[in-house]
């Protein structure tokens, strides 16, 4: 999914995302986004970092 997609529905009205404060924060600042549910903020989200060691695909 695009990184932005979800972003742009919910500017475009079509419903409520949970994304960071740091992705959302220029869209709250210029109107086009609000928060909700700040009570449930949660300060402290783990993050988890997969990747492969080596690449899988051939270079041709």
Do not use: P, W
């Not at 986004?33 to 690449?55: C, G, H, M, P, R």
């Amino acid at each position: 999914m695009t990184e932005g997609l979800l972003r742009q529905c919910a500017i475009s009205g079509l419903g409520v995302i949970l994304k960071s404060d740091h992705d959302i924060k220029d869209n709250v600042k210029e109107g086009r986004l609000e928060t909700a549910l700040d009570e449930f903020k949660q300060e402290n989200v783990n993050l988890y970092i997969i990747y492969a060691s080596v690449s899988i695909y051939r270079k041709e």
